[in-house]
């Protein structure tokens, strides 16, 4: 099993709108792919995953309606909204150019 890697704050909400971007999800759904997505290395806890979307949906990024899950079960589902999608694409872009600089420095001799 990987070791557990820490988020640095924000990170999570980018995570969340990037597992939407496909298609509308329950939250466990989305627990689920991006633990799948990043091999393991990444484990959303419920109690960090709920009120991220909660503040996800205050902000008007990502919408909710109840549905049922694939074992027939009532879920809320949660999409990206076009603010969402405008929302990821900034702060991808602002996360990749972080990365390169970061490692920049870190590949220095």
Do not use: C
Not at 24 to 53: C, E, F, T
Request: proline letters at 6%.
């Amino acid at each position: 099993m990987p070791p557990k890697i820490d988020l640095p704050q924000g990170t999570l909400d980018l995570l969340i709108l990037k597992a939407l971007a496909l298609e509308p999800q329950h939250g466990w759904a989305i627990s689920d792919r991006i633990q799948q997505i990043s091999k393991d290395a990444l484990r959303v806890q419920q109690g960090s995953l709920y009120p991220a979307l909660h503040r996800l949906e205050r902000r008007g990024w990502i919408k909710a309606e109840w549905g049922a899950s694939e074992n027939n079960r009532r879920a809320k589902f949660y999409a990206l909204t076009r603010s969402g999608r405008k929302q990821l694409d900034e702060q991808a872009g602002a996360w990749r150019a972080l990365t390169a600089a970061v490692a920049l420095l870190l590949d220095m001799p």
